[in-house]
């Protein structure tokens, strides 16, 4: 339709541990193949694309950087290139960009100009959480962070937790890992003992560690997730929204 | 804590593309020292485990089946061997098992039995059509299926278009392949022209076919998704959803 190049997605391993491990051939040798890359941040863009053997030089690269702080003004100036036939990589710090990472608006204005996406398989941190939690993944809401300030907290806690038992849907949140165990702790205390919390923390990491119970049964053990990077998630157990979704879920 | 064995949640190749295109090198090698399998569908976790380089004869190799139909009692007796030390993995038909696959109560029983469960990176259709959509990836929701019946269907396309406009998160959903063009026809003849639709079909298969863009952009267009696997998302443009998350999302 266009001479265009193509945006291509790139997730990059979570945590540190070597690209050929998480992430699979395919997204390694398109990887291989780009010389310009939008990133959140160039230096751990670099190290992974050294690991993910480019044979390339470093000077036979172009980086240009993509994150929270953006300025609209400059996605336009991003994707010039590709406008112009060039194709180019799309990298968050750890993961999946564009899903609680930077880079939708990015993939929103490629669209705009008809620049082909394609989007590659690798780690996602709150896939990986679901499926290990045991909860409904027939459907489920992702919030992103909750507020911080207590009152405010535990507030979107009880909601989120009404939500789960009036929908049967999973219910599922980060937090900035050093705030972990004060969400944690608020949860299991404000929580009802028969609501399931699942702590996914440190996922696809050697340290990986995941915990899921109701919260009655978090109250008698000692936790700490103290500054490791985590899923949280909430559900409702009901024994029928495995199954039958077109009548549960019927709105 | 106990002797029991690790259950490991294993993707499988979404559409007919070599194992280890789509599948990290972590989890294929976890296959190829596993001999006891829990499978959707046990002809295609066959085929894959054969493409993953297992070395093993099919003699060598156990498989239960758990599908969508599968009556409570089993699950604990497909969970004994595990009980007992030995390791095994849970695989669907294509794609992440237990989102939007079944598998999640095979899960849930394994953390009752105090069994540990590794989930591991593969392909997954919802986040892969999310970060291609160009949509809110910082706050989403996904419905599974819609209603079949055209009233229905109609009213939760309302209902989900409202929310997409009052949340600013991405609704994601599915629909059995070959009523996609209806389900299509649908959101496009009853939604707002501005609300802006995502269909990613064929995603991760060298068909893939990604189109995003507002409503009624789409009206102007010619489309056939038919019996093509697809995601479908919607989503109400609102430049300020990438960011301030915290202020935005505050409950």
Same mark, same amino acid.
């Given at each position: 339709?266009?001479?265009?190049?193509?945006?291509?997605?790139?997730?990059?391993?979570?945590?540190?541990?070597?690209?050929?491990?998480?992430?699979?051939?395919?997204?390694?040798?398109?990887?291989?193949?780009?010389?310009?890359?939008?990133?959140?941040?160039?230096?751990?863009?670099?190290?992974?694309?050294?690991?993910?053997?480019?044979?390339?030089?470093?000077?036979?690269?172009?980086?240009?950087?993509?994150?929270?702080?953006?300025?609209?003004?400059?996605?336009?100036?991003?994707?010039?290139?590709?406008?112009?036939?060039?194709?180019?990589?799309?990298?968050?710090?750890?993961?999946?960009?564009?899903?609680?990472?930077?880079?939708?608006?990015?993939?929103?204005?490629?669209?705009?100009?008809?620049?082909?996406?394609?989007?590659?398989?690798?780690?996602? /941190?709150?896939?990986?959480?679901?499926? /290990?939690?045991?909860?409904?993944?027939?459907?489920?809401?992702?919030?992103?962070?909750?507020?911080?300030?207590?009152?405010?907290?535990?507030?979107?806690?009880?909601?989120?937790?009404?939500?789960?038992?009036?929908?049967?849907?999973?219910?599922?949140?980060?937090?900035?890992?050093?705030?972990?165990?004060?969400?944690?702790?608020?949860?299991?205390?404000?929580?009802?003992?028969?609501?399931?919390?699942?702590?996914? /923390?440190?996922?696809?990491?050697?340290?990986?560690?995941?915990?899921?119970?109701?919260?009655?049964?978090?109250?008698?053990?000692?936790?700490?997730?103290?500054?490791?990077?985590?899923?949280?998630?909430?559900?409702?157990?009901?024994?029928?929204?495995?199954?039958?979704?077109?009548?549960?879920?019927?709105?």
């Amino acid at each position: 339709m266009n001479n265009a190049g193509t945006l291509y997605l790139i997730p990059t391993p979570i945590g540190d541990i070597a690209a050929e491990q998480t992430i699979p051939l395919q997204t390694l040798e398109i990887v291989r193949k780009l010389d310009y890359f939008i990133v959140e941040n160039i230096r751990t863009a670099r190290r992974f694309i050294s690991k993910a053997g480019v044979l390339k030089t470093i000077d036979e690269l172009e980086f240009v950087v993509h994150d929270k702080h953006y300025d609209p003004h400059d996605i336009g100036l991003m994707l010039k290139p590709l406008l112009k036939g060039k194709d180019g990589g799309l990298l968050s710090e750890a993961g999946t960009p564009c899903v609680a990472d930077p880079g939708g608006v990015v993939v929103a204005q490629a669209h705009e100009w008809g620049i082909k996406v394609v989007p590659l398989s690798g780690p996602n /941190a709150i896939i990986l959480a679901l499926m /290990a939690s045991g909860f409904n993944g027939q459907a489920f809401r992702f919030y992103g962070y909750l507020p911080i300030q207590e009152n405010d907290c535990v507030q979107s806690i009880k909601s989120l937790e009404q939500q789960a038992f009036s929908t049967g849907e999973t219910q599922i949140f980060i937090e900035t890992p050093f705030r972990n165990n004060t969400l944690i702790e608020r949860i299991i205390k404000h929580g009802h003992p028969d609501t399931f919390l699942c702590v996914a /923390a440190g996922i696809s990491t050697p340290d990986e560690k995941i915990i899921s119970m109701p919260i009655g049964q978090w109250r008698t053990m000692a936790f700490d997730f103290h500054k490791i990077p985590a899923v949280m998630l909430i559900w409702s157990a009901n024994k029928n929204v495995f199954q039958n979704k077109r009548k549960k879920y019927k709105r």
